[in-house]
């Protein structure tokens, strides 16, 4: 049985340590560190933010609760995960109380949300965890700021497996109006350059959905962010790292021997996500240039890494399409994501110029009337299906990229992949596999257990 509550509203444990007490000091504090974080035009489902002191992680922070500022009207609930650090919790904890309170006033816990997340295996309830924790409380002045009036599911995460957060996030999902926040700071009192390496492994493993990969020293609530990177597999959603700092660039330089790392990324559905203007022409620049480059010298233009949005470094999969006169002149991309978006697309834009097989290589004659396009791709997710029949009913024209591997006649592995574009001119399901089967070099009526599919989707643009 649920425990009654011992307070309807829990106190503020962190006021005048971890943030300043008084509460037009405190929304001062929150609304400079939200100025100063650099506008985008994300729109995010879910967010990851640190949670340590706003002087050391209030930086980092803002730039995640900035990227929710124009989703602000339609987010009136926010699920918020955290690690504990003061009272162990075995999987999930949710509180009795009935608000939280700041110095910035009280927010309300969704009654709604607590009595879905108690059916769910694994979650208690106690305000003991809650009571002195500061993984939830230190978001809040944040969430106060930029949404004004929301409910709160604040769930404590002790050591549930990423499937089991799965659940709990799909129970508690909902639609636009719910906002999902993972609480976590990452490397703890590594020094100054071995806090850089640790977190930006971490942040690469964030970026490509590798949770499997995800180690015990890398972050305090790795657990959560396992669990929400397992939910992103399943429903499309695209990572974009906002920022990854440590508390030797926050809190001074002359405290670099023990620093705390922080990060913060943005979730968004894959198939609504969208790249600026801005980056798009500078994804189009650079792959206009990483082919001059080629003509010149046989190599792809050298990406100069810091100078770009974080977008633009963050690790993604794309495929670069080359035509000239509305028909084909060289495709060549990356299945996983294993580089910045912006060296991905230059790299690609070179082998499609002069490392397709299909064609012979680039002249300079050509570059003049070449028309370009980027694909970005989604995590690849499997289709399931018991028989080829399945697999086609399996298929949705005009949205699926798909990925297909089997093993050949021959015993050796094969693969073949089609953009979402493909559609346009081979609109049937059936034909459409078929085609894929002969692009990875099988008869068209191949058919065995070995073949497996996989889909994605894609942004493209010119």
Known sequence: MPSQPTQSVRPSAIAGTFYP?????????????????????????????????????????????????????????VVLLGPPHRIAVQKFCVPAATAFRTPLGDVPIDAAGIATALNIPGVEQSDAPHAEEHSIEVQLPFLQRVLGDF????????????QETDALLAALWGGPETLIVISSDLSHY???????????????????????????????????????????????????????????????????????????????????????????????????RSIANGLRNGRPAKV??????????????????????????GCIGSILPHRSLIEDVATNAHKAAFADPRFPQLTSTEVD??????????????????????????????VDGVILQADG?????????????????VPKAEQFLRHLKAKAGLPQDHWDESIRLWRYTTETFH
């Open 190 to 288: 590594h020094d100054y350059d071995g806090a850089n390496q640790c977190d930006q492994r971490f942040r690469r493993l964030v970026e490509t959905l590798q949770l499997e990969k995800i180690d015990d020293e890398q972050a305090c609530g790795r657990f959560p962010v396992k669990g929400l990177l397992n939910r992103a597999r399943a429903l499309d959603l695209r990572v974009t790292t906002l920022d990854v700092r440590n508390s030797g660039d926050t809190g001074g330089h002359e405290h670099r021997d023990r620093v705390v790392g922080y990060g913060s990324w943005a979730l968004e559905y894959a198939g609504q996500a969208r790249v600026n203007d801005e980056d798009r022409a500078l994804l189009i620049e650079g792959a206009r």
């Open 369 to 398: 009337s070449l028309e370009m396009s980027v694909s970005i791709l989604s995590h690849a997710r499997p289709i399931p299906f018991g028989s080829e029949a399945e697999a086609v009913d399996a298929l949705q024209p005009d």
């Open 21 to 77: 007490a008084d509460a037009s000091t405190l929304a001062s504090m929150v609304d400079r560190h939200l100025a100063d974080a650099r506008p985008t035009q994300l729109s995010p489902k879910a967010l990851i933010a640190p949670h340590a002191g706003l002087i050391y992680s209030g930086p980092v922070a803002g730039n995640a609760y900035r990227s929710v500022a124009d989703r602000a009207d339609e987010i009136t609930r």
């Open 409 to 425: 006649p021959d015993g050796q592995p094969r693969r073949g992949l089609f953009l979402p574009q493909v559609w346009e001119t």
């Open 304 to 329: 100069q890494h810091g100078t770009f949005s974080p977008e633009l470094e963050t690790f993604r999969a794309t495929f670069v399409t080359l035509n000239q006169n509305n028909r084909l002149r």
């Open 151 to 162: 409910t709160l599911v604040p769930v404590i995460v002790g050591g549930p497996s990423p």
